[in-house]
């Protein structure tokens, strides 16, 4: 982790020569590649979209979206470090990405060597949700169940080592609950499965969820955002059960290749910053339950040291493996 810190300091070095330079851009090809690590619908895609649409509406860039599902983001983050690093192939990423590194030490990339950060593009709030016909009706009737149960409470994850699994894990560390995992492959089948009742509950994004929720077919318990929000302002946060610690926002970031030219990254962090400005795309994202982001490649680089310190003792107290 010394090793991955210096790095990242090396990261910041250069975000901070992109701020501080002459101002002086050169702008990033007209025909940009958006690789998303995620299927579509998640968060991810939903931003790698809002780009897409608003650099058309600008007509400064000719935008594709990809998506490169599985091995929970790998798959992607691997295909952008073979890219051309000109700015024209970008990677979408989200918590998972400073996950992956806690989890599995055998990455074939180096997370903070082989990409540039471009910007931070938004936080996500996660919530803890139970099926609708479950007995357990507010976030004290779980903490208790699990406190309690004999046997353990299971709990959905769209996969081991994701920031859900983690989220549930760190919950269950700060709470003393008996809790067991059931991983599954994605997002979506986690989800349908705890609204069906065939497992008891789970954490996931709030714009993931938040469908169900309204159609009456999962209830949400409580938030782990600093504040509740204002979708549920009903829904506690964990701070306010007495949690002060189950504290976890997903985050999504822009990326390009190592060796993109710096002038390149300034140009194209100044693009996104235009488009996270807006009212209509702050708006359009809030009802996503997204906040948009924003900032210099160094906040981004910072969000990412941040996540690379906090999650290597929650994965060791685990245990947790990569797959």
């Given amino acids: 982790m010394k090793v991955q ?3 990242i300091r090396l990261f910041l070095t250069l975000a901070s020569t992109v701020i501080l330079g002459t101002g002086v851009t050169q702008a990033a090809p007209a025909n940009l590649s958006l690789i998303v690590s995620a299927s579509p619908g998640t968060g991810l895609d939903i931003l790698a979209r809002t780009l897409s649409q608003q650099f058309s509406i600008k007509g400064n860039y000719t935008t594709v979206v990809e998506n490169k599902a599985g091995a ?78 004999t046997q353990g409470v299971n709990y959905a994850s769209p996969g081991n080592g994701t920031p859900q699994h983690l989220a549930m894990e760190l919950l269950k560390y700060e709470a003393n609950l008996n809790l067991f995992h059931v ?5 979506a089948g986690a989800v349908n499965d705890v609204a069906a009742g065939h497992v008891s ?4 994004p709030v714009h993931t969820v938040m469908p169900l929720v309204k ?19 009903q829904v506690p946060t964990f701070k306010e059960t007495g ?45 996503q339950g997204i906040d948009a982001g924003g900032g210099t490649p160094q906040h981004m680089s910072e ?5 690379l310190k906090r999650w290597p003792p929650v994965v060791k107290a685990a245990q947790i493996k990569a797959d």
């Fill in 5 to 7: 810190e210096s790095l």
């Fill in 72 to 149: 929970s983001g790998n798959i992607a983050a691997e295909q952008v470090t073979r890219a051309k690093p000109d700015g024209s192939t970008l990677l979408v990423v989200g918590t998972t990405f400073a996950t992956n590194a806690a989890v599995n030490p055998n990455l074939p990339f180096d997370t903070v060597k082989d990409f540039v950060p471009v910007a931070l593009l938004g936080t996500g709030t996660l919530c803890l949700v139970v099926p609708s016909n479950s007995n357990v009706n507010s976030l004290a009737d779980f903490l208790q169940m699990a406190k309690t149960s």
């Fill in 183 to 187: 991983p599954f492959k994605g997002s």
């Fill in 201 to 204: 509950a789970m954490i996931a």
């Fill in 215 to 233: 159609a009456g077919k999962l209830k949400m318990l409580g938030v782990l955002s600093a504040e509740r929000i204002s979708q549920m302002p």
């Fill in 243 to 287: 949690l002060p610690k189950v504290q976890v926002d997903i985050w999504y970031g822009l990326m390009a290749p190592k060796g993109t030219p710096l002038q390149v990254v300034q140009s194209l962090n100044q693009e996104v910053n235009a488009v996270l400005k807006s009212a209509d795309v702050v708006a359009n994202l809030a009802k």
């Fill in 303 to 307: 969000t990412l040291l941040a996540e």
